[in-house]
């Protein structure tokens, strides 16, 4: 299918985005913060890294990140392929401010790319490794955006994806983390960190506002198999991860 007709596919996006509760530019502001104090995000990066010498990407390898945000994810990778291309794609100008100036900071070659996945026009077979976390679920439709990502991949490269694939549960994950601020810094340091980062957690009822109005799309973590299988991946790994709210999968184009 080529870009113009998917282009045409993706005339809803404006509609989308008017329904949406998501103010991601607030959501930008906390973002770091809630992250630092988050085990579970952390964990997702490291699963990243750690799997990164088994895929004997090039050291100048190409790498694109789908839904960058601040940043995270590309500062990991920096500091086991310091020589690599990183593009940054990501459609908020405040997450990508932020991720600028870290990169700056550790003197990466990043290109930051402000756009929609849906609009994204990217070359094909570019890339050594696709990485996209916790982006394809706002994404509409999932399976079109795949196959792109699956164009934009050169032979053999991989795809290292996470996504949300259950509503969010603010009180399970707001008692999580106060649990693990309170035993890391002290009960008086966790009520502290809930009162500056209330935006962040009212960013997340409309999140789960999104999901129950079906704007944001659930899956099984089978279904997630089959939708990467169904968009001409090869699943190579698919697991659950965050809390068993996310599916992780590591995948392949075929040919």
């Known amino acids: ?41 952390q964990e997702n990066i490291r699963a990243l890294v750690k799997r990164l010498p088994d895929w004997d990407l090039p050291d100048d390898a190409n790498i694109l990140d789908l839904g ?19 593009l940054h794609v990501d459609c908020n100008a405040d997450m990508n401010h932020r991720a600028r100036q870290k990169y700056s900071d550790r003197k990466l070659n990043v290109s930051i790319v402000q756009d929609y996945l849906q609009r ?11 990485v996209c976390v916790n982006v394809l679920y706002a994404v509409a439709p999932q399976d079109l955006i795949l196959r792109r990502m699956k164009r934009w991949l050169k032979p053999d490269a ?34 502290k960190a809930l009162w500056e980062n209330i935006e962040f957690a009212k960013q997340n009822r409309n999140a789960q506002k999104d999901f129950a109005n079906g704007i944001f799309k659930q899956h099984s973590t089978q279904e997630f198999g089959q939708l990467l299988k169904s968009s001409g991946f090869k699943v190579n790994e698919l697991a659950t991860c965050y809390r068993d709210y996310c599916d992780l999968a590591v995948c392949t184009p075929e040919r």
């Open 1 to 41: 299918m080529s870009e113009k007709v998917e282009e045409s596919i993706f005339v809803g996006l404006d509609e989308t985005l008017r329904r949406s509760r998501m103010e991601w530019s607030a959501y930008a502001s906390k973002y770091d913060a809630v992250c630092a104090y988050n085990p579970a995000y």
């Open 68 to 86: 960058a945000g601040t940043g995270n994810f590309v500062c990991a990778m920096g500091k086991i392929l310091p020589n690599a291309s990183y």
């Open 120 to 130: 994204s026009v990217l070359p094909e077979s570019s890339f050594d490794l696709i």
């Open 158 to 191: 991989k795809l290292f994806i996470i996504d949300f694939g259950r509503q969010v549960e603010i009180i399970d994950w707001g008692l999580y983390l106060l649990k693990h601020v309170a035993e890391a810094y002290g009960v008086r340091h966790s009520i």
